[in-house]
């Protein structure tokens, strides 16, 4: 099949250049934005995280915190605006985030940046005044590397990821060249065109850069880290999507979600790193089916964070199958039920409690275990207490 590709006009690379991006001065925003949800009970936040995360270098987190939909919503502060996290997987992601935006803007600021498309037309004897005023001219007698660079023919599938030379730049900052944050992807955007014309032209990397090693639940290795910054993610995810169809998946489905709008890249790849491990597994439709049911970002990395915990909970007490309920469920191969919830905050029971009561109908004593680092509320612990449900931790361990 032939793909329709986009190529960005060279006059268009050149006016944004002449033009400048300017990111609006302390705006409000929210990545992802919050939908409706059920409204829980606030926290202090210094009740939920420790001070050394509460404040950094660049952010502060602010109190209260508020819970929607069973996740807390955090407020983090920055000289930009507010930054909006619902749950505490993104806010692992946000706070990443603010690292990677600290290593962006250094290098932003970086005197060789700054002047570097000057630098690499002088390398190729034109003039920036000559780029102005005859851009296209100019582009055209460029080096065939910058042409390329410029000029890239991107997939649609490619947009959100952009160029090669954005690929290449977040990879340096440690970020998803895929982010939902809008200061990181406007500076990724700002910074790929410079980089295009100017650091490409004069053949100089952004090598001295040391990245810090990934943590938390989107940790990536360095394989998938090349392979995002080389391969269009359109390419990555027709890899993904083979490999899922390997394991006996349903093509249509694997398809489906290689392409949801849910996903970035990177997280398709993390979600197949946990999800390989269950290979043989009996059910194994079930988990990716839920895996298209998610509204929101934040449920999108609930569900990647629920495969997690069924990696780690197999490693040691091994699945015998995945069951379709009203929470995410699997028979244990001693025949209990393990159920699991990424929730922050279990408000109520009502889905485990119900999931429970359909697995006991043809198993009357059957051990059900509920695996969460969730608070609970009074009503989930009494529930939960009465419908004799042993809990877990996220990791897959017993209390």
């Known amino acids: 099949m032939t793909r329709k590709a986009y190529r960005l006009p060279a006059t268009v690379v050149i006016g944004l250049l002449a033009a400048g991006c300017q990111m609006p001065l302390n705006p409000l925003f929210g990545p992802g934005s919050l939908p409706p949800g059920k409204p829980g009970p606030a926290f202090d936040v210094g009740s939920l995280l420790p001070a050394r995360v509460i404040h950094g270098n660049d952010y502060v987190i602010e109190r209260p915190v508020q819970v929607l939909d069973d996740r807390f919503v955090f407020r983090i502060r920055t000289r930009y605006g507010v930054i909006l996290a619902h749950g505490m997987d993104m806010l692992d992601l946000r706070l990443r985030e603010m690292y990677s935006i600290r290593l962006a803007e250094s290098i932003r600021n970086d005197a060789h940046l700054q002047t570097g498309i000057a630098e690499g037309l002088r390398k190729t004897g034109q003039g920036l005044g000559q780029l102005l005023t005859d851009p296209g001219g100019t582009l055209l007698r460029a080096p065939e590397g910058v042409r390329e660079m410029v000029t890239e023919k991107l997939d649609p599938a490619d947009s959100r990821a952009g160029s090669l030379a954005r690929r290449k730049l977040a990879a340096q900052v440690r970020c998803d060249p895929e982010t939902n944050n809008p200061v990181l992807k406007w500076l990724l955007d700002e910074m790929s065109l410079k980089q295009d014309v100017g650091d490409f032209a004069t053949g100089t990397a952004l090598s001295l850069v040391v990245p810090v090693p990934g943590v938390g639940l989107l940790s990536t290795t360095a394989e998938m880290e090349q392979m995002l910054a080389t391969t269009p993610p359109h390419a990555v ?55 298209l049911n998610v509204r929101t970002e934040a449920e999108a990395l609930g569900r990647i964070h629920e495969v997690k915990i069924w990696a780690q909970l197999n490693s040691h007490r091994p699945i015998r199958q995945f069951v379709r309920a009203a929470a995410s469920a699997a028979v244990l191969k001693d025949g209990a039920l393990a159920i699991v919830s990424t929730a922050d905050y279990l408000t109520d029971a009502q889905d485990v409690v119900r999931t429970a009561a359909q697995y006991r109908m043809a198993r009357r004593d059957a051990a059900v275990i509920l695996y969460t680092s969730a608070r609970l509320s009074a009503q989930a612990q009494g529930a939960l207490r009465a419908a004799g449900i042993e809990l877990g931790g996220a990791d897959g361990s017993l209390h």
């Open 237 to 291: 995810n027709q890899t993904i999507g083979e490999r899922l169809e390997q394991m006996g998946l349903d093509p249509a489905l694997c398809r489906r979600f290689c392409t949801d709008g849910n996903y970035t890249t990177l997280e398709r790849l993390v979600f197949l790193q946990y999800f390989q491990s269950l290979r043989g597994i009996a059910g194994l439709s079930v988990v990716l089916e839920s895996m």
